[in-house]
């Protein structure tokens, strides 16, 4: 974890607290991390998710990779250094999120499976759900309306994740969707029923 460079730094804390929150809300903060290919339908399954439970009274939001990288990110490119520090950036802001009692889903490629346990750390436990979005290269990229991964092959895109860039699996997340079996009406479903299991659309007592 990174230290601020500047040492006259004090935390202020508030005056609310995330079970005060919470109940204001009727849920649970959570970050929801999304992670697979390019392709693979993370963004799709997120957008999904945020709808139907912003239809049902929650509060919710989605970070979207290309989305933060019109802004927080935009200095940010695509080397293991940069992809490290774009996925650090946005685990700090899912934080936010989560203290302010958002159930946030966030939809990155986060490729190295380190930058992904940082985030979990970050977070701490129950606030942290992995969430698997398997699908093969095959799948990917019939699925690229965008061209990337022809591009990709191309050589006109370096350090494209799956082509010439590594992609780390998750080893042990918390939900594993299969989109290359599963509409995405399936794998939004499988994401409401977690929560909904789990407690974060109810508050606590």
């Known amino acids: 974890m990174q230290?601020?460079?500047s040492r006259h730094l004090t935390w202020q804390?508030?005056?609310v607290t995330r079970a005060e929150r919470a109940r204001t809300l009727g849920q649970r903060g959570v970050t929801v991390w999304l992670t697979g290919?390019?392709?693979?339908?993370?963004?799709?399954?997120?957008?999904?998710v945020e709808k139907l439970l912003v239809e049902s009274g929650h509060t919710a939001y989605v970070l979207d990779g290309d989305n933060v990288r019109?802004?927080?990110n935009k200095n940010l490119g695509f080397s293991p250094a940069d992809r490290t520090e774009n996925i650090r950036r946005v685990g700090e802001v899912a934080k936010l999120f989560t203290d302010?009692?958002?159930?946030v889903l966030t939809s990155f490629i986060s490729p190295y499976?380190?930058?992904?346990?940082a985030v979990r750390a970050l977070l701490g436990p129950g606030d942290f759900i992995e969430v698997y979005v398997s699908a093969s290269l095959e799948t990917c990229e019939s699925r690229d309306?965008?061209?990337l991964y022809q591009k990709a092959r191309a050589g006109q895109i370096p350090e494209f994740t799956g082509i010439s860039a590594p992609?780390?699996?998750?080893e042990q997340p918390e939900l594993v969707l299969d989109t290359g079996r599963q509409t995405v009406e399936e794998s939004v479903g499988e994401v409401l029923r977690y929560l909904e299991e789990k407690g974060y659309l109810t508050s606590p007592a």
């Open 3 to 5: 230290t601020p460079k």
């Open 13 to 15: 804390p508030g005056h």
């Open 37 to 48: 290919l390019s392709g693979s339908g993370k963004s799709t399954i997120a957008i999904g």
């Open 70 to 72: 019109h802004g927080l």
């Open 100 to 103: 302010a009692g958002v159930i």
């Open 113 to 117: 499976r380190t930058d992904r346990d």
């Open 145 to 147: 309306v965008k061209g």
């Open 167 to 170: 992609y780390e699996a998750p």
